[in-house]
């Protein structure tokens, strides 16, 4: 499903900085996979990379057997939308729409009828258990909410692959297991291919395969 | 100082589009402020160097309008004790026919006084033939040219050069050459010297002058002797020193420059706008960085000085490069405003150079610092109140918080109610104006929640348009009232002024289509000149008669107009037989009886003036008119008012059988033909050239003067278009600044769109609707307001310089063409920082806080 052969990233500031050094992988589909290691190992830019939000200094990234390398700006949107969903730290939920819209907002990019994309964001906000809040606007929402939104958009497309970058980074202790039985409940409905960047252990532990990075490199696999 | 190095540069560097759009801002008011007062002294210098040259010695100048005098007045001012000298002179323009020279301004004069008053320092010829006059004399086809003409043209002693005289066209012969400068240089060399005698002869003026110039007794003051003059002539005459002629040329320019600086002002205020747009916005974006400031001890005058110190080079930049700027558009304008001198002389005035005056320097710099400074005052007094702790949490600072809203709707209340009342007692100009200012003032003040409120009346239409790029565009500017209310101001505030002036300049145009309409019906007009607004150029008093006896004319009413001095100002009087004019025109009067006044004015027992004279001179229906002639003062009651658009500074009508009398001339420059039914105006203007052969006559044909009129009447809307394009280009830098600004706010969101699969052009469409929501909101307060200022605009035209109440007449067309043309840059100004939108790293984006 995902392939990574020679990966590199590096940074040209004012001083190089490598964040991937020559990485080979490779995930399976419907695989649940935590990638973990200290701050500045390379998680995110891994995960970056993966979801086609950033290119490669250097080697080749497949998924579901197509090279990014050689797709145009727009053709790498494309395959984020039909493909990947993402999960991020901060929510990242537009503020000004609400619930229902920001779950629809990824079907109104693909040009879905208005009354199909209205059944899925209902349905996915049931899902998360937010079919009560569907007019509400982030604001008015607690952080555990949001992030269940934000899990709800990801799913808008049940993407064969869902990236979440620190899901529970921003939440208490007991939202964050709330937000990771989601994740594990989807991943197990769906089928997704699931890759999980975290500092918890807890969440680490309740995936079955955990990468280690340690500067740029695989530092470790584990799988249970 | 260090501030300035340490926080506002690196700012700058990071910023430096933004700030280059709020240097724009000032470089576009200081450069029109340059340019215009620039252009209008230098067109008012050379305009005075051109008419000392002509003048020569001569202290004081006599005329009587455009009408002229008869000879006699000559001897009666040669008597004069006080006068060393007076020459006669006659001023004509005459076409050459040579292409691309346009027309010569013929000095008559006569040889045998003139060279002590005028150093002719000729280029070649025979001198003897000048310092004998007699031998000038006896030749009268003898004419002087300046050497430039002669250049341009290859012309020699002794070549021959064809003029338009009143008798055809006749061949004249270069006796002399004037050497460039004095006398030679006026009007760019388009000038000839010919004997006064043989002038009156070729250009029909009988035994009539245009003028003396008088040179005055040594010893004896300039005002003694005028004192006497006037004493000696009466009233019919003008006597002033030649630099007066400068003065009337300015009373004519003030409507244009009116015009410039109300337009300057504008610009300058609009400039404002998006000064205090920039500096709002920073403050908000640098809340972080003020509160480190106040947290390590920085006082409150402190973070206000940084603030203003950033105002004051922006506004030194941009007073600078404005400067530049202007002195660049100096010229073109100069080369427009140099135009109306051919309204006076028939030449064009050539401009000698375009100098920036120092004093204009200061000004434009002092005024553009002080703009900045002004505009920069309560972004950086924001600046200064940030508590130190909130600024370092993060929020919203955009919104408009409840109670702002609350004290803005109290103010603009205020400040309606104010301005009603000035309307109210507005008899006083001061009165008139201030309630203006309060008109402006609510109108910015209601500018940020109007425009909110359209906003949100729009974002269902545009959610329903585009679900995901609509949404987010009005929602983008819902949330974020601060960022948009400056530009939206600023194009409200520009399309408003559009909407005022091309509204007076719709008004104006219904006004004369319908006066032409009602007034303008003979079916052929013959003249002495081609050019129609030329009054020296005469027929004999026997011409009407002549035409009458034309087949298949009806009806000639001759016509006798020209300007003549009104209380100091040039003002049209036209003499008409007005018994003919009753019987072919029904105009509905403005004040007074139509058939009584028609009556009494036939009888000369009155005179019916235009509603602009009665507005710009303060006379009403039953006032006694003393006009001065040069058979004493004419006192008329006005026994009408009505509507003429024949002078822009008012218009009196007459009898012709008074101005014979009074004026002792029978002449007329203008025959209203009205044909026969059935007869075929070609064929009747045919009969009438062929009855006039070999005299200098023009026949036109109805649909030729409209023609004329209308073309002159829409250099009014030259003005209108200049000001749309200045409207159009703070579109541009209003919604450029805007949307530069919104899409840093935005970056992280616009980077999530892309994330969940937004398309680049998806992202660009968001900008785009973005872009034309404000210029759509801007159109809406624009044009809403607008009606309000159309009303103060026709108000301004009337108290100023029209005198005329010109209907209210809302510019649809024009209204229409603004709104396109505004959402059409709105587009085009959304098109790069749409672009700057879809590049850079989504990374950065994702993670931007």
Redesign the interface.
């Known amino acids: 499903m995902i392939e990574l052969a020679g990966v590199s990233k590096v940074f040209d500031g004012k001083r190089k900085v490598v964040a991937l050094e020559n990485l080979d992988l490779v995930i399976g589909r419907g695989e649940m996979v935590a990638i973990v290691g200290p701050s500045g190992s390379g998680k995110s830019t891994l995960l ?1 990379l993966i ?1 086609g ?2 290119r490669p200094s250097q080697g080749e990234i497949r998924i579901d057997g197509s090279a990014l390398g050689g797709l145009s ?2 053709e790498l ?2 395959l ?3 493909k990947i969903g ?1 999960v ?1 730290q901060f929510f ?6 609400s619930c229902l ?1 920001n779950v ?3 079907l ?3 040009g879905w009828p ?1 009354k199909k994309i209205d059944e899925r964001a209902r349905a996915l906000l049931d899902l998360v258990q937010l079919g009560n809040r569907l007019d509400h606007t982030p604001e008015e929402l607690s952080g555990g909410e949001r992030q269940r939104v934000a899990i709800a ?2 799913l808008s ?1 049940y993407p064969p692959i869902l990236l979440a970058d620190e899901p529970t980074g921003n939440l208490d202790t007991r939202t964050g297991a709330e937000i990771l039985k989601l994740v594990h409940d989807v991943h197990d409905r769906l089928g997704a291919t699931v890759l999980i960047v975290t500092h918890d252990a807890t969440v680490a532990h309740s995936c079955p395969r955990t990468l280690t990075l340690c500067d740029g490199h695989i530092a470790g696999d584990e799988r249970r | 100082m260090i501030l300035l190095r340490l926080l506002s540069w690196p700012y700058l560097r990071k910023h430096v589009l933004r700030w280059s759009l709020t240097v724009a801002g000032i470089v576009m008011g200081v450069g029109l402020l340059v340019a215009m007062h620039s252009a209008n002294q230098a067109v008012l210098a050379s305009f005075g160097t051109t008419v000392g040259r002509i003048a020569g010695a001569a202290e004081l100048q006599i005329s009587a309008g455009d009408f002229g005098f008869d000879e006699e007045v000559l001897e009666r001012v040669q008597a004069a004790p006080e006068v060393r000298v007076a020459v006669p002179v006659v001023e004509a323009v005459a076409d050459t026919g040579i292409k691309g020279q346009g027309n010569l301004l013929i000095l008559g004069v006569d040889m045998t006084g003139d060279r002590s008053l005028r150093d002719y320092d000729l280029e070649s010829g025979d001198q003897a033939i000048i310092d004998d006059p007699l031998v000038f004399l006896a030749q009268p086809d003898s004419l002087m040219v300046a050497k430039e003409f002669a250049e341009r043209n290859h012309l020699e002693i002794d070549s021959r050069i064809p003029l338009q005289t009143a008798h055809g066209t006749k061949y004249f012969t270069i006796r002399g050459i004037m050497r460039s400068g004095g006398l030679g240089k006026a009007f760019g060399g388009n000038l000839a010297v010919m004997d006064v005698y043989a002038a009156q002869k070729v250009f029909g003026r009988g035994r009539r002058f245009d003028r003396i110039d008088v040179g005055v007794k040594e010893g004896v003051p300039v005002e003694q002797c005028r004192a006497a003059l006037a004493r000696a002539l009466g009233p019919g005459f003008d006597i002033a020193p030649p630099s007066a002629s400068r003065e009337h040329f300015e009373a004519m320019l003030s409507a244009y420059s009116m015009s410039m600086n109300v337009s300057s002002m504008f610009a300058l205020i609009i400039g404002m706008f998006i000064i205090y747009n920039s500096f709002a916005i920073a403050v908000t974006q640098r809340r972080p960085e003020i509160g480190i400031l106040r947290a390590l001890g920085a006082t409150r005058a402190q973070v206000r000085m940084l603030f203003l110190g950033e105002a004051a080079v922006a506004g030194t930049i941009g007073s600078l490069l404005g400067i530049g700027a202007g002195a660049l558009m100096a010229r073109g304008i100069a080369m427009y405003v140099g135009g109306f001198t051919s309204q006076i002389y028939g030449v064009k005035q050539a401009l000698d150079e375009v100098a920036i005056d120092p004093r204009i320097i200061v000004a434009g710099l002092l005024l553009g610092i002080a703009t900045s400074l002004l505009a920069a005052w309560i972004p950086a007094r924001s600046a200064a109140r940030v508590d130190p702790v909130q600024a370092l949490q993060k929020g919203k600072y955009q919104v408009l918080s409840a109670g702002e809203g609350s004290l803005r709707r109290r103010a603009a209340a205020l400040a309606a109610i104010l301005s009603a009342v000035c309307l109210w007692l507005g008899r006083s100009n001061l009165v008139f104006y201030a309630g203006y200012a309060l008109a402006v003032l609510t109108a910015l003040l209601l500018a940020p929640m109007v425009a909110l409120w359209v906003t949100r009346m729009i974002r269902p239409a545009l959610r329903w348009l585009r ?2 790029e609509g ?2 565009a009005a ?2 500017l ?2 974020s009232p601060r960022r948009t209310s400056a530009t939206v101001s600023a194009l409200m505030l520009s399309i408003a002024m559009v909407v005022g002036f091309g509204g007076v300049s719709a008004s104006i145009y219904l006004s004369v289509t319908e006066w032409i309409e009602k007034t303008l019906n003979p079916d052929l007009y013959v003249e002495a000149s081609e050019w129609l607004a030329s009054y020296s150029w005469t027929l004999p008093g026997t011409a009407g008669a002549d035409i009458e006896r034309v087949e298949g004319v009806e009806q000639a009413q001759m016509v006798r107009s020209a300007r003549t001095l009104y209380h100091g100002v040039p003002v049209m009087v036209v003499a008409i037989e007005v018994a003919k004019l009753a019987q072919k025109v029904h105009s509905r009067p403005i004040a007074g009886d139509s058939r009584e006044m028609y009556k009494l004015t036939a009888a000369g027992q009155g005179a019916m003036i235009s509603d602009s004279f009665a507005g710009l001179r303060g006379v009403g229906l039953g006032d006694t008119l003393e006009l001065g002639t040069p058979s004493g003062m004419l006192r008329l009651p006005v026994v009408g008012i009505r509507r003429d658009f024949s002078d822009q500074q008012g218009t009196v009508l007459i009898d012709r059988s008074v101005y014979q009398r009074w004026w002792k001339d029978d002449r007329t420059n203008i025959i209203r033909v009205y044909l026969k039914p059935g007869a075929d105006p070609a064929v009747v203007k045919a009969r009438i050239l062929e009855r006039f052969a070999g005299q200098r006559v023009f026949v036109l044909f109805n649909k030729e003067v409209r023609q004329y009129i209308l073309r002159v009447t829409d250099q009014w809307f030259a003005m209108t278009y200049t000001q749309a394009g200045i409207a159009i280009l703070i579109a541009v830098l209003g919604i450029v600044n805007t949307l530069t600004v919104s899409i840093t706010d935005r970056r ?2 616009l ?12 992202i660009r469409h968001t900008v785009w609707i973005e872009a034309v929501t404000i210029g759509l909101v801007g159109v809406v307060l624009g044009l809403a307001f607008g009606a309000l200022n159309l009303y103060y605009t026709l108000e301004m035209t009337r108290r100023t310089f029209a005198g005329i109440a010109l209907d209210y007449t809302y510019p649809g067309p024009l209204a229409g063409l603004l709104a396109l043309l505004v959402l059409g840059a709105a587009l085009v100004a959304s098109l790069g920082p749409a672009e700057q939108a ?1 590049r850079g ?3 950065e984006a ?1 993670e931007y806080e």
């Open positions: 970056n979801g939000l950033d700006d727009d949107t494309r984020r939308r039909d993402f991020f990242n939920l537009l503020p000004t729409l819209e629809a907002l990824p109104h990019l693909r208005r958009r990801a497309i | 679900p995901v949404a987010l929602d983008s819902i949330q992280r969101e980077g999530v769109l892309q994330a969940v699969g937004g398309l680049r052009r998806q879809v790293s989504l990374v994702l």
